[in-house]
């Protein structure tokens, strides 16, 4: 388990302004630079390769704080870790979808998608209840 | 794109002896989740938001909501000017008005996690958003 200390240490650099730049010796495979370079050149993906790769960057890094954080926090506080079936349902209503007048759909679909799949996701949950009430429509 | 906007009842919620805790935390998750699948979610607060709630960033007690990445949407003076107009239109708090702003401000999907839906409808009106309550 790591130190919540890091955590800190992360966040605040991520808070920090980008206006320094460092010369990296982070090797990157040739073939996914080079990738890179004609998706910011042909597909407009970003300003430059540099802008591509920080911004996936600090992307994947802010993912991970919040996730290790919320765990960090359950570990700490078990009673608000939150079911499948409960995330399955804030994510429909920040949806606004129907599926979130059926609470019941959607926790008996958590169940049986997590039966079979012990790795599904709220995703998945809400993919599955929805297949579950077209075919009982 | 989606930003999650949480008012006062919400950024409370993130406090573990808080009765709705268990829910701020299922709608934190839920941005994870979608961050892993590539979608563009963050959570903000409105730092009016933060003052009415009490949220301290650098008071050890808010050490484990500083972690979740809900970060800050200032008062500059664009989104003052606008939360004054708020505040004169529909009669809102200070703090309802900022949330409104930030929403009319933002680009994409605004979702905002609240204890008075109705308020942050119109605080945030002509901008769509969808209101979630905790």
Do not use: C, Y
């Amino acid at each position: 388990m790591f130190e919540p200390e890091v955590l800190d240490r992360i966040i605040e650099r991520l808070a920090a302004p980008d206006d320094s730049t460092v010369n990296t010796s982070m090797r990157l495979p040739a073939a996914l630079r080079e990738a890179a370079a004609l998706a910011v050149e042909h597909l407009g993906v970003a300003s430059s390769t540099t802008t591509l790769t920080s911004s996936a960057l600090r992307s994947a890094l802010e993912t991970a704080v919040m996730d290790a954080a919320l765990e960090l926090h359950f570990k700490r506080h078990p009673s608000a870790r939150p079911s499948l079936a409960e995330v399955a349902m804030a994510l429909a209503v920040q949806d606004a979808s129907p599926l979130a007048a059926r609470r019941d759909l959607i926790e008996r679909a958590a169940a049986e998608v997590v039966a079979r799949h012990p790795d599904a996701d709220a995703d998945d949950v809400l993919l599955w209840a929805e297949a579950q009430q077209a075919m009982t429509a | 794109m989606r930003t999650i906007i949480l008012d006062n009842e919400a950024v409370q919620a993130m406090w573990p002896d808080h009765r709705k805790h268990r829910a701020i935390a299922a709608h934190l998750v839920a941005v994870v989740a979608r961050r892993r699948r590539g979608a563009d979610v963050k959570a903000v607060v409105p730092t009016t938001v933060r003052v009415e709630a009490g949220w301290n960033r650098t008071s050890p007690q808010a050490s484990h909501a500083n972690r979740f990445r809900v970060v800050d949407a200032p008062l500059d003076s664009a989104t003052a000017n606008d939360a004054a107009d708020i505040v004169r239109r529909v009669g809102v708090s200070v703090a309802d008005a900022h949330v409104g702003a930030v929403a009319r401000a933002t680009t994409g999907d605004v979702v905002v996690l609240t204890s008075d839906p109705a308020d942050v409808q119109r605080a945030s009106a002509p901008k769509a958003v969808v209101t979630v309550r905790i």
